[in-house]
């Protein structure tokens, strides 16, 4: 009989629970920093513009994914193999949007700063 036993050894699909918060502790502290840089932004005393969307929204939801992954590690499922990579997969792709869009915040201040500076009588 070459049935899969359906109690086979579950282990193999856990992960250790060490590992799994020190990666609870990653995601928060980047997760943390991630609402730091948007608040810092926010706070800017250069005004908001329409173009300025094409960094935040990036940001907004990259910080969204990244709080999904966290709330999907928080869960005690998140020990089984496949939830944790899940969980991994959705922070991985929230950090990539929220670089980008930091990225995209940095050039359009620099740009900002830089126009108004080369312009005489702006700013």
């Known amino acids: 009989m070459d ?3 359906p109690k086979k050894d579950l282990s193999e699909d856990l992960i250790e629970t060490v590992f799994r918060n020190g990666t609870v502790t990653t995601v928060g502290i980047l997760l943390a920093f991630s609402l730091g840089f948007i608040t810092h ?3 800017n005393p250069i005004p908001w513009r329409a173009y300025h969307l094409v960094a935040v929204l990036p ?4 910080i969204a994914l990244q709080m999904r992954a966290l709330s999907l590690l928080l869960d005690v499922n998140s020990l089984q193999r496949r939830v944790y990579e899940r969980a991994n997969r ?3 792709t929230g ?3 929220t670089a980008c869009g ?3 915040a940095i050039l359009l201040d620099f740009f900002d700063i830089a126009t108004r500076s080369a312009l005489p009588g702006a700013g």
């Open 3 to 5: 049935e899969q036993d």
């Open 41 to 43: 932004w926010a706070a």
């Open 59 to 62: 940001i907004l939801a990259g």
């Open 90 to 92: 959705i922070f991985m």
């Open 95 to 97: 950090l990539i949007f």
């Open 102 to 104: 930091v990225g995209m």
